[in-house]
């Protein structure tokens, strides 16, 4: 697990690099931490729901457009035809986000789209198996920013993910909130 939170301060620092690059307005990267609650369609991995703990960081190309590194880490328990297994699940994913930017300046909807990795272990009765796949998402979401210099924000949003470890394909219904930061211009 340190392994895991060291990697995504790593990530977090080096997809923020760019924001604290840029002095032109309107260049500004974004750094968030997260929880999601997810609804999984599976039965290769013993869970129905999990759920993730992740870190996010993002640059914007152009106000509308944003670029940004997600990964995100799950530890469930559940049952496969009768037995325990404990299932660890992580996903590496890069997103592409198109900002909304309506008359309420605090508010900031936005749809995204991705592609990366997920990878998926799981141990029941002492017996452990590991595979990987490409995984897809899209979503929605907004963030709400506060403060006065509304550089902080709440971040919600709901995706959906497919990816296909164990040659079964399962799709995951992620509900996410958390806390994200602005970081660079205006």
């Known amino acids: 697990m340190k392994r895991i939170l060291c990697l995504a301060a790593l990530a977090v620092v080096v997809l923020g690099a760019p924001a604290f690059a840029g002095n032109a307005p309107g260049n500004v990267g974004e750094i968030g931490l997260g929880v999601s609650q997810t609804s999984v369609s599976s039965d290769s991995t013993g869970v129905d729901s999990a759920q993730f703990f992740g870190v996010r960081g993002g640059y914007q190309i152009k106000q509308e457009f944003e670029v940004e590194g997600q990964i995100a880490s799950s530890s469930a328990s559940g049952s ?32 995204m789209a991705g592609i990366g990795r997920a990878d998926i272990s799981v141990d029941a009765g002492g017996i452990s198996v590991s595979d990987n796949s490409t995984a897809y998402q ?3 979401g907004t963030r709400i920013f506060f403060g006065k210099s509304k550089t902080m924000a709440f971040r919600t949003d709901l995706s959906f993910l497919r990816e ?23």
Not at 84 to 89: A, E, K, N, W, Y
Not at 91 to 105: A, D, I, S, T
């Open 80 to 111: 496969v035809s009768g037995t325990g297994v404990d299932t660890t699940m992580r996903l590496f994913m890069v997103n592409g986000l198109y900002n909304f930017h309506p008359r309420k300046k605090e508010f900031v909807p936005y749809v």
């Open 138 to 140: 899209i979503g929605a």
């Open 164 to 186: 296909a470890a164990f040659n079964d394909g399962s799709t995951f219904t992620n509900v996410t909130a958390g806390i994200t930061w602005k970081l660079g211009g205006h």
